[in-house]
């Protein structure tokens, strides 16, 4: 590269005044030796030891969570290098309906965690009117690189009613109909793409003893998301119940009676959890269930989930479903509590850890871990299997993608919708009757 003349010119005053630099001490050195020293050298400043933080992070990355010996390796990677700080890794998991009770106890008796993992929408409501969370729209805005880090449509899905994003998401998700598609050629059956091939599914694989659906009626959440969806359609299903009673909710519930009366249900679905019901369709023993694309990497049997598909769940006739709505989007982040952030020795170190843990890096990890979808703009799972390319097509091509029906309703609004499952498949409710109680509950909970 060509210089100018001018820097050149300014390059030989630089070595000039080096040379002189170097005679003055030379002379200096001298005159040293000549002169006793009797002055006292000031020594050298050191960095002083950061100070020791100990934080707490609270996460449904427990139990058997497929992402969670990833989520702990991305908060060992963190102290590793910052030794300085310690970390409480409290984590639960999703399918105990106790960990709704933990947050909200700990965040109402000021025993916020510093980093706390948990719903948007409606379940975080209460303390984000409550001011116990930090809303991370400016703090998102002071560091470009970290914003740009997420996709838009991930960061635009947690804003809260009050257009604040509190929220700083990780990984998404899709719901949907997987099917066992050997189950149902070894039966001569059609995939259930719409009603008449459920209900075909379901009475001919129960009179054969295998279980059509594994689902609970107590850990109901998919189930109802998916009957109210596929016969209210996206708006019916997300207007909640805050205006009224779509009269497509009861065509859902009866929807579910239908398939039960065809012996749609596990014998036991009264008392097995979730859990269970992923176990009967990891061992075989069920030909459908209706989960989430975290799900699948607890199917370890390659005769399942190599002969896995995922579907839309079918429209259910009478309704305004199009059968090919789908449940998903991202409803989870880490969200930065305001005791933390207004504490002085906490604030820099959890919003460090806050930003690790929403780096493109750590999404990638746990999307690979749990078959999310990641939150990060520019990050693409490959090597997947051809399940979760299926459910990730599903998705893609869903006439409407929504959020989960809990986050739309207060929560005991939605215990009562899941109670209502079994009373109404066993005969002793109305769908009527189900959804105005659930109803009630909702207008209680407004006033």
Not at 58 to 66: H, L, R
Not at 89 to 103: E, H, I, L
Not at 393 to 407: F, G
Request: aromatic share 8%; hydrophobic share 40%; glycine share 8%.
């Amino acid at each position: 590269m060509k210089r100018s003349s001018l820097a050149l010119l300014s390059m030989l005053m630089v070595f000039t005044m080096f040379l002189a630099a170097c005679g003055n001490k030379t002379e200096e050195k001298n005159t040293a030796s000549e002169t006793p020293k009797t002055e006292t050298e000031t020594p050298k400043e050191t960095e002083a030891p950061k100070k020791d933080v100990s934080l707490r992070v609270f996460s449904t990355f427990g139990g058997t969570d497929t992402a969670r010996e990833a989520f702990q390796a991305a908060l060992d990677e963190f102290t590793s290098k910052n030794p300085n700080v310690k970390i409480e890794n409290d984590t639960m998991s999703a399918n105990d309906d106790g960990f709704r009770t933990k947050v909200n106890t700990d965040m109402n008796s000021g025993n916020e965690p510093d980093l706390l993992f948990y719903f948007v929408g409606t379940d975080a409501q209460g303390f984000v009117d409550a001011g116990k969370v930090v809303p991370l729209n400016d703090i998102l805005d002071a560091d470009a690189e970290w914003k740009a880090g997420f996709s838009p449509a991930a960061l635009e899905n947690t804003r809260q009613k009050d257009g604040n994003i509190y929220a700083a998401p990780l990984t998404g998700f899709y719901e949907g109909l997987f099917v066992n598609k050997k189950i149902f050629a070894d039966n001569n059956l059609e995939l259930p793409t719409d009603w008449e091939k459920m209900k075909t599914a379901v009475s001919t694989l129960s009179k054969k003893g295998i279980i059509p659906l594994a689902a609970p009626f107590d850990q109901s959440h998919y189930v109802i998301e998916h009957f109210i969806l596929s016969a209210a359609g996206a708006k019916g299903h997300n207007a909640g119940l805050a205006d009224g009673i779509d009269p497509n909710w009861e065509k859902g519930y009866a929807a579910m009676k239908e398939l039960y009366d065809l012996g749609a249900f596990p014998k036991d679905a009264a008392t097995i959890d979730l859990g269970m019901a992923s176990n009967y369709y990891a061992e075989g023993k069920a030909a459908m269930i209706i989960e989430g694309s975290w799900a699948m990497n607890n199917w370890k049997e390659p005769n399942v989930i190599d002969n896995t598909t995922v579907l839309p769940f079918p429209a259910i006739p009478g309704g305004v479903g199009t059968g090919k709505d789908a449940i998903g989007g991202f409803g989870t982040g880490f969200y930065l509590t305001k005791a933390t952030y207004d504490n002085a020795d906490k604030k820099d170190a959890a919003v460090a850890l806050l930003k690790h843990m929403t780096s493109p890096a750590v999404i990638e990890k746990i999307a690979i871990a749990n078959g999310g979808t990641p939150a990060a703009a520019n990050v693409e799972i490959k090597g997947v299997n051809q399940t979760a390319t299926d459910g990730f097509a599903m998705a893609a091509s869903a006439t409407s993608v929504n959020n989960p029906i809990d986050s739309m309703v207060a929560p005991e609004t939605f215990s009562t919708l899941r109670a209502g499952v079994q009373a109404v498949v066993t005969g002793k409710k109305s769908p009527a009757d189900a959804v105005k109680e659930a109803k009630d509950i909702e207008d209680a909970n407004k006033k």
